[in-house]
C-alpha cells in the first residue's frame, strides 16, 4: 500500500513538473519574462497580544522570481538544473543527497547553500516536503533504548540491547512495525552527553528512548522523532544547554526551522517539553557565580539574529 501511495506521488510531483515547465516556455515563446511566485513561510508568532502557538502554517507572503532582474537570472538558473535533476530521480526512482546534488554542477552551483535554497523554491513551488523528491540526507542522528522497528528490510532491535546506538534511519517513511516498551522519549543535544548516557547504561535503569541529532538535528532525526511521538505517543523531553544555541536547538524541534518553514507542521514536535537548566534558576536557587560562564558576543548577536522578529517593511 505505502509503494502505492509513493508511486502515485511520484507521478503526481513529474505532472506538477512538466506543468511548470510547460508555463514557463509559453511565457517565452510568447516573448513575454516567466514569472515564479515563491511564497514565504514563517514559524513565529506575530501578535504580541495573544498566546502564542506558533502554528501557522499558511504562506505570510511571497518572492517574485523574474529574468528582469539580474540578481534572480542565476537563481532561475540553479533552481531549473536541480528541477531537472529531481525530474530524473523520480522518473527512475532513485534518490540523492544534497551533497550529490552539488557536485552534479559545482562549478555553476558554487556553494552549497545555493542547492538547498533550490531544493526548498521547488518544495514550496510543489507543495511537498523533501523527501518526496528523493532528496535525502546524510543520517546524523543516533537512538537507542526499547525499541524495535524495520527499515527496508533490515531489522533494528534495541530491545535486546538497550544501550546500544544506532543510526537513525535516512528514510524515515520507510520504518516498519514499530514496537517500544518505553515510558518516555528523552532527546539530549550533544553527542558527548548520548554517549555519557550509553556509558553510564542509562537505558538499562530507565525504560526509554534516547535520541541525539549530534547539535542542531537534520530532517531524518526530526522525521524520525516525529514519527515515535505519533505512532507510540509518549512524552517526550529535551535536555539542551543554558545558552541561545541551546534554545534555538529546542525551537527547531518544537517548532520547527526558519529555512525549512514551509515543512514545519510536518516536522515540528510542539508536545516536547524543555528538560534541563531554566535561565531563573541561577537566581531561584542562589547559584555560585563561578558556575556560570558569561554569554560571549557571538552569542548575544546570535540570540539577537535569531530570536528578535524580522521589522516591519
Same mark, same amino acid.
Given at each position: 500500500m505505502e509503494g502505492i501511495r509513493s508511486s502515485t506521488r511520484s507521478r503526481d510531483l513529474l505532472r506538477k513538473i512538466k506543468e511548470f515547465t510547460?508555463?514557463?516556455?509559453?511565457?517565452?515563446?510568447?516573448?513575454?519574462?516567466?514569472?515564479?511566485f515563491i511564497q514565504s513561510f514563517r514559524t513565529y508568532c506575530t501578535n504580541l497580544d495573544s498566546i502564542c502557538s506558533c502554528r501557522s502554517n499558511k504562506p505570510s507572503g511571497h518572492e517574485i522570481l523574474t529574468f528582469q532582474k539580474e540578481?534572480?537570472?542565476? @537563481?532561475?538558473?540553479? +533552481? !531549473?538544473?536541480?528541477? *531537472?535533476?529531481v525530474q530524473q530521480l523520480l522518473q527512475e526512482n532513485k534518490h540523492a543527497s544534497k551533497r550529490d546534488i552539488y557536485y552534479m554542477h559545482p562549478l555553476i552551483f558554487s556553494d552549497q547553500s545555493v542547492v538547498d535554497r533550490a531544493i526548498n523554491d521547488i518544495c514550496i513551488l510543489l507543495q511537498c516536503s523533501?523527501?518526496?523528491?528523493?532528496?535525502?540526507?546524510?543520517?546524523?542522528?543516533?537512538?537507542?533504548?526499547?525499541?524495535?522497528?524495520?527499515?527496508?528490510?533490515?531489522?533494528?532491535?534495541c530491545i535486546n540491547s538497550p544501550n546500544t546506538a544506532h543510526t537513525v534511519p535516512v528514510l524515515v517513511e520507510d520504518v516498519k512495525d514499530l514496537v517500544s516498551a518505553a515510558l518516555y522519549i528523552l532527546v539530549v543535544e550533544k553527542e558527548s552527553v548520548f554517549q555519557r548516557l550509553e556509558n553510564d547504561k542509562f537505558c538499562s535503569k530507565n525504560r526509554c528512548i534516547v535520541i541525539?541529532?549530534?547539535?542542531?538535528?537534520?530532517?531524518?532525526?526530526? @522525521?524520525?522523532?516525529? +514519527? !515515535?511521538?505519533?505512532? *507510540?505517543?509518549?512524552?517526550?523531553?529535551?535536555?539542551?544547554?543554558?545558552?541561545?544555541?541551546?534554545?534555538?536547538?529546542?525551537?527547531?524541534?518544537?517548532?520547527?526551522?526558519?529555512?525549512?518553514a514551509y515543512?514545519?507542521?510536518?516536522?515540528?514536535?510542539?508536545?516536547?517539553?524543555?528538560?534541563?537548566?531554566?535561565?531563573?534558576?541561577?537566581?531561584?536557587?542562589?547559584?555560585?557565580?563561578q558556575?556560570?560562564?558569561?554569554?560571549?558576543?557571538?552569542?548575544?548577536?546570535?540570540?539577537?539574529?535569531q530570536w528578535l522578529p524580522p521589522a516591519p517593511s
Open positions: 510547460l508555463s514557463i516556455l509559453e511565457d517565452l515563446s510568447e516573448g513575454l519574462s516567466p514569472l515564479i540578481s534572480h537570472v542565476h @537563481r532561475i538558473d540553479v +533552481l !531549473l538544473r536541480v528541477l *531537472l535533476i523533501r523527501h518526496n523528491l528523493n532528496v535525502v540526507s546524510v543520517g546524523n542522528g543516533l537512538v537507542m533504548g526499547w525499541l524495535r522497528f524495520f527499515e527496508a528490510g533490515r531489522k533494528f532491535d541525539t541529532g549530534r547539535g542542531y538535528p537534520d530532517v531524518p532525526t526530526r @522525521r524520525f522523532l516525529r +514519527l !515515535l511521538v505519533d505512532k *507510540l505517543c509518549l512524552p517526550v523531553y529535551c535536555l539542551v544547554d543554558c545558552d541561545p544555541y541551546g534554545f534555538d536547538i529546542l525551537a527547531t524541534y518544537r517548532f520547527g526551522s526558519m529555512q525549512m515543512d514545519a507542521k510536518f516536522l515540528r514536535v510542539p508536545q516536547i517539553q524543555w528538560l534541563g537548566a531554566f535561565p531563573s534558576d541561577s537566581e531561584n536557587y542562589d547559584l555560585p557565580k558556575c556560570l560562564l558569561p554569554l560571549t558576543i557571538e552569542g548575544d548577536t546570535y540570540s539577537k539574529d
